[in-house]
């Protein structure tokens, strides 16, 4: 059974920082794109940013960019560290993997894992 169990998040203040991780179990998707996507109450999931196969390539949406770093720590660990949090970055945090078409669309990838709760207090 393929698993994705994201884990790191909390509650912080504006500014603080947090590294949330990615665990896959099951199967390693180191031959595959993963992306992080978010979702805000209310509101439609947020592409945030993704890492090619190797690890050598990552793209970030205009929101986080220069804020947040994905990285992949291993063949079974992707890393997404957020720096200098704002209280907009508030959301549940989704790892996911193995995305078929465009990679900023949630509905491209056919692996999710559970979310982790990010909370930024002003």
């Known amino acids: 059974q393929v698993q994705l169990v994201e884990s790191g998040g909390g509650l912080v203040q504006a500014g603080d920082s947090l590294r949330l991780s990615c665990v896959t179990s099951?199967?390693?998707?180191?031959?595959?794109?993963m992306g992080w996507f978010r979702q805000a109450p209310g509101k439609e999931y947020e592409f945030v940013g993704v890492i090619n196969w190797s690890g050598s390539t990552s793209f970030y949406a205009d929101s986080v960019k220069g804020r947040f770093t994905i990285s992949r720590e291993n063949a079974n660990t992707v890393l997404l560290q957020m720096n200098n949090l704002k209280p907009e970055d508030a959301a549940v945090y989704y790892c996911a993997a193995d995305p078929e078409g465009d990679w900023k669309l949630p509905s491209s990838y056919a692996y999710w894992g559970q979310g982790t709760q990010v909370t930024v207090s002003s």
């Open positions: 099951g199967r390693t998707f180191s031959s595959e794109p």
